[in-house]
C-alpha cells in the first residue's frame, strides 16, 4: 500500500490554476487543484464520469449544471455525469480543491 501526503501536492501558481493528478487508475481519478486570487477551472463535463468536489481548504464559488452556490472548507458536492462543473476562488484566502471522478475523465 503506498499512501500519498495530500499537503505535498498543495502548490499555487500566479498565472493559473495550479492541478496536479492524485489518483489516476483503471476505474477513479482525482486530482488536487491550488486556486489562489480569481482563478478558477472550467467548464469540465464527461457524459460517462460521476464527479465529486471537495473543498479542503478556502472557499469556492461552485456551478454544477444550472445550480450556483458557495462551498466552505469541508463542505462536498456530488456532479451527476453530463453536468458541467465550474469552480473559483471565492475569496483573498487561497483554496484547495479535491475533484474525484468515477470512471476516470474520457
Known sequence: METVDIRDL??????????????EAERLWSEVICLQGSQGVGPLRDDRADGLVVVLAGRIATQVGKERGRMDRWESVAVPAGEV???????????????VTAPPPA
Do not use: Y
Open 10 to 23: 498543495v502548490r499555487f501558481s500566479d498565472d493559473e490554476p495550479r492541478r496536479t493528478t492524485l489518483v
Open 85 to 99: 462543473l465550474t469552480i473559483r476562488n471565492a475569496s483573498e484566502e487561497p483554496a484547495v480543491v479535491l475533484v
